[in-house]
């Protein structure tokens, strides 16, 4: 199938697949996750743009759920599943490895997430911490996982060149039926995906086919993080935007007045034998 016919079917798809989101129902553990007053602040304050309720509700994440994260930088979203998890579930936190593949600032990511696990072992004793990076694949046991989610990750994998290989791994660590969920910055539709996401944003249909590539079913998508405002052709990439303001203070009140980058969900399902 050409990419150009492939870019119709996944629209026909998106469009049938239930694209808004679902109500949240009613979880009062994930709420009290997320209300933990030991978050961090700075975190928390990103509640309003990343929206965590919603978010592990269209994932279908659940207390009782063996859950890996993939590349949980600082921790925005352990502060929530970790907690979540602890007494019925499982969570992997597949961090970069310790060496960092030999990259400093990869390094000092371990060392930070390391520190702070150590530093509450009542929120994070039963944190299972993996290595995940070029070269590294073992997130979790094959076949164990009910749901691997990843946040805004998939354009760093495309441009070390090693998103097939980090999906194929996904689709080893899920149970039968296991879910994958994506978050990312969603590109233009109007201009051709450079595979190497230098401006870390990636068309929601070039993201769609390398799932199906790697064998996942599309199930659906959310708009939970639309950002019509975001224009996508900002001098730093996404990176001009919060929270990082790549260009300090030069115009930061018309990036903050755009907000955190216009971002897609896609779920993805293992198919079952």
Request: aromatic share 12%; charged share 20%.
């Amino acid at each position: 199938m050409s990419f150009r016919i492939f870019v119709a079917v996944a629209g026909l798809s998106l469009a049938g697949a239930g694209c808004a989101l679902a109500p949240a129902g009613n979880d009062p553990a994930l709420k009290q996750a997320i209300a933990n007053p030991a978050r961090t602040p700075a975190f928390a304050a990103r509640d309003a743009a990343r929206k965590p309720y919603e978010v592990l509700h269209f994932f279908e994440v659940r207390p009782q759920a063996t859950v890996v994260e993939i590349s949980p930088g600082g921790g925005y979203w352990t502060e929530i599943l970790a907690p979540y998890l602890k007494t019925q579930g499982t969570y992997y936190a597949a961090q970069y490895p310790q060496d960092g593949g030999g990259i400093a600032h990869r390094q000092e990511y371990y060392r930070n997430f390391r520190a702070k696990l150590d530093a509450n072992p009542a929120l994070y004793d039963r944190v299972r911490v993996t290595a995940f990076g070029n070269g590294h694949y073992d997130v979790a046991p094959p076949g164990t996982a009910d749901v691997v989610l990843t946040f805004r990750n998939l354009h760093n994998w495309m441009s070390d060149g090693y998103a097939e290989a980090a999906l194929a791994a996904f689709y080893r660590a899920l149970k039968p039926g296991g879910i994958l969920g994506i978050e990312e910055h969603r590109g233009r539709t109007d201009k051709p995906q450079d595979p190497r996401a230098a401006d870390g944003y990636v068309r929601q249909d070039y993201a769609i086919r390398l799932a199906q590539q790697a064998g996942f079913v599309f199930v659906g998508g959310s708009e939970a993080l639309a950002n019509p405002r975001d224009t996508k052709d900002h001098p730093e990439g996404v990176w001009t935007l919060p929270p990082t303001y790549r260009l300090g203070d030069k115009d930061r009140a018309r990036y903050a007045a755009i907000g955190e980058a216009d971002g897609f969900l896609l779920k993805f399902r293992k198919p079952t034998p």
